[in-house]
């Protein structure tokens, strides 16, 4: 077996192995939130393999965000998507980062700075409780954050609360996060909290729906 073969099953089988303990670990709780594990995390999540299947140019592509725009980036993690969204927006807009995590803002301020970025403003906070006006965004997006979220149905009605009639939430799901939820799964807890899918990508591995914020009055 060619040798670029073996090391691409390998990396596939450690990835599948890594979820299936999590997922156990997640399930009985035996996976207690450290300094050290969210470092770990952020590692991997900064991984250039990561970036050669899933960059953030090609990701974003299918989010939608545009010059101009008020985004919120819901769970950054380490910045993986920030300076790429930061650049989309461009001066015209702006870019809100907000993590339940000081540990990862941190990093993502730390790239923040070295790429000179004006148009980003971070904070620590808890998606259950978003720290916004009414109407604030005309966009928001997470990825693989929503499977993490405690009360779904509360984060939820706070993304609907702060996005402006018409404007845009879009989830992306992809294995091996050991909080995958199923596209019908994540398509339900939206729909349920007043949001309307317009656009499905991807597949049963990785996927981005985007949905519209209905003219209904906030929540």
Not at 30 to 46: E, I, K, N, Q
Not at 185 to 207: D, H, L, M, R, V
Request: with cysteine; hydrophobic share 45%.
């Amino acid at each position: 077996m060619h040798p670029a073969l073996i090391a691409i099953l390998s990396l596939i089988g450690a990835l599948f192995l890594w979820f299936v303990v999590l997922r156990m670990a997640r399930k009985f709780r035996l996976a207690p939130v450290s300094r050290r594990s969210v470092t770990l995390l952020a590692t991997v999540l900064d991984n250039p393999v990561r970036r050669c299947f899933f960059s953030p140019a090609k990701s974003l592509d299918k989010v939608g965000i545009a010059a101009g725009m008020r985004v919120l980036e819901l769970g950054p993690g380490s910045g993986f998507f920030t300076v790429e969204a930061s650049r989309r927006v461009g001066d015209s807009g702006k870019l809100y980062c907000l993590d339940i995590e000081p540990a990862m803002i941190t990093r993502v301020k730390k790239k923040v700075s070295i790429e000179a970025l004006e148009n980003v403003a971070l904070m620590v906070g808890n998606g259950e409780r978003l720290p916004f006006k009414d109407g604030s965004f005309d966009l928001a997006y997470a990825v693989t954050v929503m499977g993490e979220v405690p009360d779904k149905d509360r984060a939820l009605q706070e993304l609907y609360r702060v996005l402006r009639p018409g404007g845009v939430l879009s989830i992306s799901e992809l294995l091996p996060d050991p909080d995958y939820p199923l596209r019908r799964t994540t398509i339900t807890w939206a729909c349920n909290a007043g949001f309307e899918p317009f656009q499905k990508f991807g597949n049963f591995f990785a996927y981005v729906v985007n949905f519209r914020r209905g003219h209904a009055e906030v929540r």
